[in-house]
């Protein structure tokens, strides 16, 4: 479920853009200033922020920089008027769009929902060919690319790699990579597992001192 991080004083400014969102299977955390906390509300684990320029303007481009610290994701400011000058000058800062207050809620969920699709698609297009030393691998189209030329991947070995990216820097259990690869079959076992992954470690290996 997608997150979005709402932060003002005047929650019900959101209200009926909150609503959208949930039916859009969204998820909305609106909270106070007064109250946030960085590490407390996480601001790296959100894929939108809304950040209400409720104060003086020293006051709203310290706040501004603290959110962009930790933030990995758009950050629209919203304020009730600001002239043109002042617009450019957060957006300079690091945001990526001003609306105005009052505006129209489903408007504005549409374009983020918009923007955060296609920063997914354009996610996914850019990692289709990962890169891991000298070994490259091309998703895509179930490739294998080492100093030894091309190998293609057979429709489990693309299972299992796709798995053990997907959940990069984490410990991956035998339990949950049978499930994804195999789903319920009756051929999931931890011997055909096993031969598999050896199967496919023989095809990563590009020299002696590079291993997988």
């Known amino acids: 479920m997608k997150s979005i991080l709402v932060i003002s004083k005047e929650s019900n400014i959101f209200n009926e853009a909150a609503q959208l969102f949930c039916l859009e299977d969204y998820h909305v955390n609106i ?14 684990s959100y894929d939108f922020i809304l950040f209400h320029l409720e104060f003086l303007k020293k006051t709203n481009e310290d706040i501004l920089r603290f959110i962009m610290m930790d933030a990995k994701c758009p950050i629209f400011v919203l ?33 983020i929902i918009s923007i955060i699709d296609f920063m997914n698609r354009s996610q996914t297009n850019i ?10 691998i091309d998703l895509e189209n179930r490739k294998i690319i080492n100093e030894n030329g091309k190998t293609h991947m057979t429709t489990v070995e693309f ?21 994804r690869v195999w789903d319920h079959s009756n051929s999931a076992t931890d011997n055909a597992l096993g031969i598999h992954i050896a199967r496919l470690r023989k095809k990563l290996d590009c020299c002696d001192a590079f291993q997988l």
């Open 31 to 44: 909270i106070s200033i007064d109250l946030f906390d960085h590490e407390l509300y996480q601001i790296n």
């Open 127 to 136: 990692f289709k060919i990962y890169r891991f030393g000298p070994v490259s």
């Open 159 to 179: 299972k299992i790699l796709n798995v053990l990216i997907s959940y990069k820097d984490q410990i991956v259990s035998k339990e949950k990579l049978i499930h």
């Open 79 to 111: 304020s009730k008027s600001l002239d043109e000058a002042e617009q450019i000058h957060y957006l300079k800062m690091g945001a990526q769009f001003y609306v105005e207050i009052p505006f129209s809620a489903s408007l504005l969920v549409s374009q």
